[in-house]
Structure formats: C-alpha cells, structure tokens
T-cell receptor, first 110, second 114 residues
Framework: GQQLNQSPQSMFIQEGEDVSMNCTSS?????WLWYKQDPGEGPVLLIA?????ELTSNGRLTAQFGITRKDSFLNISASIPSDVGIYFC??????????FGKGTRLSVIA | DAGVTQSPTHLIKTRGQQVTLRCSPK?????VSWYQQALGQGPQFIFQ???????QRGNFPDRFSGHQFPNYSSELNVNALLLGDSALYLC?????????????FGSGTRLTVV
C-alpha cells in the first residue's frame, strides 16, 4: 500500500536541541496529521492541519501544511527525554483512509 | 472514560491457523477502523466498519475479514495465517459523522505467526 516519504528515518539529539522532520507525498492531501507512538502503544495525535500553508503549534511542537499540499514538516523545540518515540505523518484526501509515513525514530541523549 | 480497548495484547499462532482479534471503541464512538503495522513501518489501512457493515477496504486479501456488533465493538479475523501476517494490529474508533476524523487508536494486538 501507499506510504508517505518521511525523513529522517532516525535521529539522535542532545536534550535541549531543536528537532525538525518532514514528510512528502507524490499526491496531494487536504489534511495532514502528525502522531507520536511510544513502545507498546498506539499512535497519539499531536497536531492536525487542514489548510495549505497553515502553521499550527501545540506547546513545543510546530507543524506546517506545505503550500503544494504534498508535504508537511514538524518541529520540536528544546527537546526533553519524554520526546523519545516514533513520529508518524499521515495524509488524507477527502473522506478516505489515512495514509501514513514509515516514521521518524527520535532518541534524546540527556 | 476508557479509550479504545483491544484484546488480546499478544498472540502467537502457527502458519495456516485462524485468529480473531477484538476491539471495543471509545465511549460515544460508532465507527471502527483496523490497521496493520509491520515492524519498522507505518500503519496500513485494512478496513472500516460502520453500522455493522464494511464501509471501506484497503488493499488486503479476503483472508482478512471483520465484523461489527450492535454495541459498536468489532472483530478482525485472519484465516490461513502466513508468516508475513506477523504485525501489530491497531484498532481506531471515531465519533459519529466523523469517519476518519477524531481517531483514537488502541494499544494494539501484537500477532506473531511461527
């Protein structure tokens, strides 16, 4: 099945550093979502974006819906140990199932 | 308020066997979707149930089937298990008139086929 291109695949950062990850698609979406998944758990929604160009924040997280509607990025500022996990982007067009990326695995070194 | 509940949490089956996974949606939700998440991959949509009928289906063979009960709970059945069916199976529920919005995921059932 279709999956979005998510990069980087993994990253190791120092506590306090900022993090940036992105997601691209060959087709357009009208909704972009960012999820975090902890070990042994299901994905939890972090941010939802519904309009091209939209920039939305949730605490230390900021995400943007790309103008072309084919990409999105997520930034995490001043990372802390509990930010460890796998971050997934998901796109949606109309009333169709979500299409997920393969995830970015984030490790934070204290 | 309980979220989405899935059972069992872990399961080991032999090739060729059949398996049934169960999901209770979040209170107030009436739509249930099932996803398969292979190791190192993102979730892939299997199908969605609404009003006890399969409403949409992803690119999965007929060995994968499901059911939704009047209380909105759901089952995922997989027949003739293959090694490649080993994965985390996630259930997600959504509220009335939302279909794919307002998704809440369960913690999943880890299926290992040996």
């Amino acid at each position: 099945g279709q999956q979005l291109n998510q990069s980087p695949q993994s990253m190791f950062i120092q506590e306090g550093e900022d993090v940036s990850m992105n997601c691209t698609s060959s087709s357009i979406f009208n909704t972009w979502l960012w999820y975090k998944q902890d070990p042994g758990e299901g994905p939890v929604l972090l941010i939802a974006l519904y309009k091209a160009g939209e920039l939305t924040s949730n605490g230390r997280l900021t995400a943007q819906f790309g103008i072309t509607r084919k990409d999105s990025f997520l930034n995490i500022s001043a990372s802390i140990p509990s930010d460890v996990g796998i971050y997934f982007c998901a796109g949606q067009l109309g009333n169709t199932p979500l299409v997920f990326g393969k995830g970015t695995r984030l490790s934070v070194i204290a | 308020d309980a979220g989405v509940t899935q059972s069992p949490t872990h399961l080991i089956k032999t090739r060729g066997q059949q398996v049934t996974l169960r999901c209770s949606p979040k209170s107030g939700h009436d739509t249930v979707s099932w996803y398969q998440q292979a190791l190192g991959q993102g979730p892939q949509f299997i199908f969605q149930y609404y009003e006890e009928e399969e409403r949409q289906r992803g690119n999965f063979p007929d060995r994968f089937s499901g059911h939704q009960f009047p209380n909105y709970s759901s089952e995922l059945n997989v027949n003739a298990l293959l090694l490649g069916d080993s994965a985390l199976y996630l259930c997600a529920s959504s509220p009335p008139d939302s279909q794919y919005y307002g998704y809440t995921f369960g913690s999943g059932t880890r299926l290992t086929v040996v």
